[in-house]
């Protein structure tokens, strides 16, 4: 449930922490108009303070992703948002891309879901030919549950890497600084600080103890902009809530304030006593040549001797190639979280389960494999 109040408190903070000038600005969104991000985050921002907005429709980024930059370009696009897949598939279209010109955009959202900071290199390589400011990238953490915004950064602070050791990570749960060339090296990105009318802490999930800075923990906000509840399940939002702090289910830690996520607490795998986090493999594997970028779920399941196992689905255009595209999966997760799948499915494009703003369902597709529903390649 979000009232009037909550709803206007984070356009209010949104605007404030983006530097957002209604006189200046002109955003540009093809993000569905039934997902938080796109109807308050996008157009009801621009709507509430008088911005410009050119907006599309969603299939007509899908069908051609080289026109989100196209756009940005013929209107003089100074802002923009999008979940972390949509700027790998910008990337893509933009190496093929005739002349365009992207020096006002200053602001690219990246939010909804992981970001991958290899993926966002990659487009801020591909759009600098075209005149991108890389200090436009802009990582960011929202929930439904605080109208759509809890962590931003200063604009123009560009990408800025946490690299941490990834086997400290999973065993011990603190991020310990590491170098990059480090063997167990990890790259997180910092999502900001929260919002005006916000606070955050990391809380242990079980004893809710609050966290010090790097110890990692669940993430807990309160302030203006967060639900009261959920309509009509008291149940739910007795459980969603620590007195005025709402559990987010998300892994996390804090340094000085500034956001790093790790993961979801329900979707994390234990394998061997680690906690392995499924976008990491996920991550991955997406680049791999007859693999599906962004169309990867990684889960666990219990394997032989009651212990968990890990299993990675993954979309792929050709059955020709399916025993070496599986090696190719099992020696990249081998490589990053030193564990080989217990399976390796290969599944037709498009039937990953997805939520309706694109994000991947790990739940759904671990039942939807125990009960041999995936369609395979």
């Known amino acids: 449930m979000l009232p009037h109040r909550c709803v206007a408190a984070n356009l209010e903070a949104v605007a404030h922490a983006i530097a957002l000038d209604p006189e200046d600005d002109v955003a540009v969104s093809w993000l569905p108009l039934y997902h938080d991000l796109g109807l308050i985050g ?64 200053r602001l690219g959202l990246n939010g909804a879901e992981p970001v991958d900071p290899i993926g966002i290199a990659a487009f801020a390589e591909a759009a600098g030919v075209h005149g991108f400011d890389p200090a436009a990238l802009y990582p960011a953490f929202g929930m439904a549950e605080s109208t759509v915004a809890v962590a931003f950064q200063k604009p123009g602070a560009g990408m800025r890497i946490d690299t941490v050791d990834g086997r400290v990570l999973e065993t011990d749960r603190y991020a310990a600084a590491c170098d990059a060339d480090q063997d167990a090296a990890r790259s997180l990105v910092f999502l900001g600080t929260a919002v005006k009318g916000l606070e955050m802490r990391i809380c242990d999930p079980v004893t809710a103890e609050v966290m010090r800075d790097r110890e990692v923990g669940e993430l807990e906000i309160r302030g203006t902009s967060v639900t ?6 008291p149940e739910a939002t007795a459980l969603a809530f620590h007195d005025d702090w709402l559990r987010s289910g998300d892994l996390g830690y804090l340094v000085d304030g500034d956001l790093v996520i790790c993961g979801r607490i329900k979707d994390v795998i234990i394998l061997g006593g680690r906690n392995v986090h499924p976008h990491d493999v996920e991550r991955a594997v997406a680049d791999i040549d007859g693999v599906r970028a962004g169309n990867v779920i990684a889960f666990g399941t219990e394997g032989r001797k009651g212990r968990e196992t890990l299993v990675v689905v993954a979309e792929s255009k050709t059955n020709d190639r399916s025993i070496e595209i599986r090696a190719a999966v099992a020696e990249r997760v081998r490589a990053t979280v030193g564990y080989t799948p217990e399976e390796i499915v290969l599944v037709r494009p498009g039937t990953l389960p997805k939520t309706s703003s694109g994000k991947l369902q790990r739940s759904l597709c671990r039942t939807r494999y125990l009960s041999a529903e995936l369609e395979p390649v």
Not at 58 to 75: K, T, V
Not at 228 to 233: A, F, I, L, S, T
């Open 42 to 105: 996008v157009l009801a921002l621009c709507m509430h303070s008088g911005t410009d907005l050119v907006l599309a429709a969603p299939q007509d980024f899908l069908a051609s992703p080289g026109r989100w930059m196209e756009w940005m370009s013929e209107y003089g696009g100074t802002c923009t948002a999008g979940p972390n897949f949509s700027y790998v598939l910008a990337a893509r279209a933009l190496r093929r891309a005739g002349d365009l010109d992207l020096s006002r955009f």
């Open 228 to 233: 009261p509840g959920y309509y009509r399940h």
